[in-house]
């Protein structure tokens, strides 16, 4: 194989959506959000998966991180990082 795209994320099992990612948040750092809500954008996508098919067939390969602990990791990442 010379060259090659593959989609990368989660698949079917691991969708999440962004309530859930900030409830999750708001759990795990001790804070609450101020969340306003407005109508949808048209460009606005309202549900998105990884297809992450071609990846599995042509390498074998599998989420091995769970939403838990991806949003862990970004956490201690953006506790640690110099912006």
């Known amino acids: ?13 691991n969708t999440t959506s962004l ?3 900030i409830d999750f948040l708001e759990k795990e750092v001790g804070k609450k959000s101020k969340i306003t ?6 460009s606005d996508q309202k549900v ?7 990846i599995s067939r042509e ?7 769970s939403p838990e602990q991806g949003y862990r990791r970004l956490i201690a990442w953006v506790k640690t990082a110099q912006f």
């Not at 390498?59 to 991180?65: A, D």
């Open 1 to 13: 194989m010379k060259h090659a795209v593959w989609n990368i994320g989660g698949g079917v099992e």
């Open 59 to 65: 390498l074998n390969w599998k989420p091995r991180v």
């Open 48 to 54: 998105y998966i990884s297809d992450i098919g071609k």
């Open 37 to 42: 809500f407005s109508n949808w954008r048209p």
């Open 19 to 21: 309530n859930e990612f």
